[in-house]
């Protein structure tokens, strides 16, 4: 069975600090990884996916397959990247219609 | 585009009393839908999920269920409310297993 580990509960940094947030999966396949966000009062809202290689309000996320990982990295956190972050993992093949397994979850707080 | 809808925003309801939760989404057609429970220090977890009208599929043992009576309605229901279920209710639509879209959930409190 696949499983998404988010190791850290709470997550706090500086403004200007860089940020790392970690994600650790167990699946058979090949895997297909993203990262979700929400905002204080916002709805859940997809980041960014490994396919698609790009980065999105200046967070990378690379997948790692030797370490079974998917951590999120920003250079320098700001202020509005507060939020809470899901690292979610999709069943790519069979009859599994594009379900998603999520991790725990990881709330950032970027301090001023 | 496409719009989700969640109904009602919050509920309140004593232990033992039915739940019905409604999401809707526009503007797509055959959508997958899918309902998770966001619980506190738990995360998101997949509760069921639809490939159309009238098929549910579970993926946890629970006090709920789910029904699909139209192809953009998703309804999650009980028929006696536990303490247990109280969290955050998400609906999510997608195609052809493309990216997940979702609602602005129903935080529901069981006393």
């Known amino acids: 069975a696949q499983r998404v580990t988010q190791p850290e509960k709470l997550l706090s940094v500086f403004k200007g600090a860089p940020v790392e947030l970690k994600c650790n999966y167990s699946y058979s396949g090949s895997p297909e990884l993203f990262w979700y966000v929400q905002y204080s009062r916002q709805r859940l809202q997809l980041l960014l996916r490994?396919?698609s290689r790009e980065s999105i309000k200046g967070f990378t996320a690379d997948l790692n397959k030797g370490e079974t990982s998917f951590h999120l990295k920003k250079p320098f956190a700001q202020e509005e990247d507060s939020a809470m972050y899901y690292c979610a993992l999709r069943n790519a093949g069979g009859t599994s219609y594009g379900k998603l397994t999520f991790g725990q979850g990881t709330i950032l707080t970027v301090h001023p | 585009s496409q719009t989700i809808h969640q109904w009602p925003a919050t509920l309140v309801q004593p232990v033992g009393s039915p739940l019905s939760l409604e999401c809707t989404v526009e503007?797509?057609?055959?959508?997958?839908l899918y309902w998770y429970r966001q619980a506190a220090g738990r995360g998101l977890q997949l509760l069921f999920y639809s490939v159309g009208i009238g098929q549910i599929s579970s993926e946890v043992p629970q006090n709920l269920s789910a029904s699909r009576p139209q192809d953009r309605q998703f309804i999650l229901s009980s028929k006696k409310l536990l303490l247990s279920d109280s969290g955050f209710y998400l609906c999510?639509?997608?195609?052809?297993?493309?990216?997940?879209?979702f609602g602005p959930g129903t935080r529901l409190t069981v006393l």
């Open positions: 503007g797509t057609s055959n959508p997958n």
């Open positions: 490994h396919i």
């Open positions: 999510a639509w997608n195609r052809n297993g493309d990216t997940q879209y």
